[in-house]
Structure formats: structure tokens, C-alpha cells
């Protein structure tokens, strides 16, 4: 039997908050009501409306500026990494990528995943983990986690790779829409699972490249964690200044 899991609070005003950045409500460049206002304008309390704009600032939506309060920056734009390695796993064909499908099933929703997906802590969802190898060395380990709910009449939950990716798969079977995609980057220690499958000394790190899919709406539909060895990684970028 399958639960619904209705998503926090401060998820689903951020939610509301997102769609009407979306339909103009809120213009960028304008101010967005005050803590005041939103806590007076929906019922909830002020933790509640600060985090939900903390996560909107922090997805792109909005920005602080001294002296002049919160302004909607609009739709994030999608910054393409050079390596491409976040937009790879959603895209993977895991009957044809250089690699293996090494596990599928559900499990409860990691803390760092858990908010992506607006989902409460230890809440189940179904993941996919895939190992890419290059030259029989482990060099990219994939995770990805979807919401139990969606996933339901789909092949996700089967143990055998897909023919075409998961999000091709999801858009196909059950009539969702992939929108928009944003990347935080950072590093941690692995776990021990995850140093085991990529073959790392003990106290070598990875990066963490966390892509989260969403319709356009702001739903997530799929979360990857996309893990690389820190000792085998030389990354490299060029912006403008103005």
C-alpha cells in the first residue's frame, strides 16, 4: 500500500510563492510581501515563512538586498556544467551507459534529499543507483530518488535497467513534465556503502553534485545525487565579470 505524503509547510508556501513568481503576480525586480504580510496573508507562522523564502533564495527565486528587502530574481537560470555530469544522470540510458545498475528499492528518503524532494524525514521513496565505470575503475556513482506516489504503475521499481532514462520513462507512463533542473554543488566524507562502490581510502572525499528535476509547477520529480571521487576530479569553469 502506498501513502500520500503531504509535503512541510514552509515546502508548500514556497511552492505558492514560486507559482505566482511563474504567472507574474510577483514581477522581477519587485519586492515580495513582507514576513508580516505572509504570515498575516496565510496563517503561518513566521519560522515557517522564513524558511520558505530561504529556500527560495537559495533555488535562485528571490534575493536579499540591504535596504531594500526581497526581490524576485524570476525563473533561475539553468547553468549548464561543462562536464554535464548532473544533466548525464538524468538523461542516462542505463541499458546503454558504461556502467551498471547495482541497486533498486525503497528506502527512507536521506536528510539531504528529504527538503529537495519536500518530503518529511524517513519518509519511503524508491532509489536507483547506478555505478559508471571507465576502464573497470569506479568513477561516478549515481543515486536517484523518486516519491514513492509517482513511481506507482511504472518499471522504476523493477531491477533490471531501463531502456532509456528514468525521466523518460516517468514522462511517458505517467504524464509528467521535466521543467527545470538546479545543481548545488559541495563535498563531504562518504558513506560507507558509497566509499566501498567507488574504492576510496579511508578519509578521501567526494564531491556531492546534487541535481534536483522539477516540473513546472516546482514539484520534484526526481533527485540524483551524483557522488565523485575528490582525488580524481580536476574541474574547471570560465564566467564573465559584468
Known sequence: MAYEV???KYVRLAQTLQRRIEDGTYAPGTRVPSENQLVQAFGMSRPTVVRALDLLKRDGWLESRQGYGTIVRGRPEVVEQKDRRGREALERDESQGAGRLIEVGHVSVPARVASALG??????????RFLVEEDGEAVELASSYFPAGLVEGTELGFGEPLSGSPREHLEARKKVRFDHVTERVSARLPEAREAELLDLPDGVPVLSVLVVACDASG???QVADVLLPADRQELEDTYRLN
Open 6 to 8: 503531504e509535503p512541510p
Open 119 to 128: 518530503l518529511p524525514k524517513r519518509a519511503e521513496v524508491l532509489m536507483r
Open 219 to 221: 514539484r520534484a520529480l
